[in-house]
């Protein structure tokens, strides 16, 4: 009898695909259809995940792409916890398909938000597109405005020049602004800001809403730099709250299948466009064994090296091995005060900044913040 399923290759194939695959060789990767080379200037941006993904390409000697840096005085932790280096560019996390759109239009002048400043007192002026880049916030509304203007500056750099443009997409939950649809990173009122339900609203983004951010994305992007090349992935970092009336759990499972799908739309129709399978890799957990920490919801070391074998194998042209944690480290701690514990030295390492951290923070009652 011949049919369809006879001859199918091993990757399509459950059991020799997944069941008789000893966890660490579990690689889900079968098409590749764009490469990055030595010199290839490569562009990372997205949700709290995309942040292991540049430190990889850093550490592994990629050209990762670095537009906007610190002073050369400032130490590497508090430059990292002012968000440099983090990123390609200052933006913090960019958690939906909307704040990438958002964000290149802001940084071409196509179009400015209205709620621009949250002035928390006369020495504290918090960016609301960036509430976590700036710890204390600005002291003073010129030091605001200069840095935002230098910072979209080097964002339009960023997208004039990349060559490979890595975007985690983490979220299909946010706020926006009712005024002029602006996007928030985060609620307002959380890190910076006043909530007023009059002046901001809940959306959900769906499959929809996602595939035609990604490609008027897209189309804008070519505009400016028509060899761009972009690989999507999504995060396998569940939501930290929901603002849907159910379950934490639906709503991750629900966020990340839109998300998902979208990308299979996006792939299948826009050329220059790769899916990279670090969602599947993290939690499917048919790899037996898991990847997530105590919390149920942080990536542990293991697990993010895994995805980085994975994608260097397959995207990264002359790729050799990968540097363990550990070299990392070695690496890390020269550039550390020497009083910092080896212990620290790690968790500086793979420690990320995350806007939506601040969500389980601000759920607790004031005598518990401390």
């Known amino acids: 009898m011949n049919h369809p399923y006879k001859d199918l290759p091993d990757y399509a194939l459950w059991r020799r695909a997944v069941t008789n695959v000893a966890a660490p060789d579990l690689d889900p990767v079968v098409d590749v259809p764009l490469m990055i080379g030595a010199h290839d200037k490569v562009a990372t941006s997205g949700s709290c995940f995309a942040q292991h993904i540049g430190r990889y390409l850093r550490d592994n ?21 002012m968000g440099y280096g983090v990123f390609t560019a200052r933006y913090g996390n960019i958690y939906t398909s909307r704040q990438l759109l958002q964000l290149f239009r802001r940084a071409f002048g196509r179009f400015t938000p209205k709620e621009d400043v949250w002035v928390e007192s006369a020495t504290r002026i918090i960016d609301p597109f960036r509430p976590n880049i700036q710890p204390d916030g600005f002291s003073s509304m010129r030091e605001y405005r200069t840095d935002r203007e230098a910072h979209l500056h080097h964002v339009r750099e960023m997208f004039e020049n990349l060559d490979v443009l890595v975007f985690t997409l983490g979220l299909t939950e946010c706020w926006v602004s009712r005024e002029d649809g602006a996007v928030f990173p985060l609620c307002p009122g959380v890190l910076g800001g006043t909530f007023d339900k009059k002046r901001h609203q809940f959306v959900n983004l769906d499959v929809e809403d996602v595939v035609g951010d990604i490609t008027t994305f897209l189309s804008e992007l070519r505009a400016v730099n028509p060899e761009a090349r972009v690989i999507l992935t999504v995060s396998p970092v569940p939501l930290i709250a929901t603002a849907e009336p159910r379950h934490v759990l639906v709503s991750t499972v629900a966020s990340k299948s839109i998300l998902r799908v979208a990308c299979d739309k996006i792939v299948r129709t826009c050329k ?16 037996k064994t898991s990847y997530f920490a105590e919390d149920c919801r942080s990536v542990i070391e293991e697990g993010v090296a895994h995805v980085m074998r994975v994608f260097m194998r397959h995207y990264v042209r002359n790729s050799g091995p990968l540097r363990s944690l550990k070299e990392l480290v070695s690496g890390f701690s020269a550039r550390t005060t020497p009083q910092t514990s080896e212990v620290e030295q790690m ?19 004031d005598n518990m913040k401390r």
């Open 272 to 287: 220059g466009v790769a899916y990279f399978p670090s969602y599947e890799i993290v939690t499917a957990g048919f790899g």
């Open 61 to 81: 000697g990629l050209n990762y792409y670095v537009t906007e840096t610190a002073n050369p005085i400032a130490q590497p932790d508090i430059a990292m916890r």
């Open 347 to 365: 968790a500086q390492v793979v420690r990320v900044m995350c806007e939506e951290e601040a969500l389980d923070l601000a759920s607790l009652p």
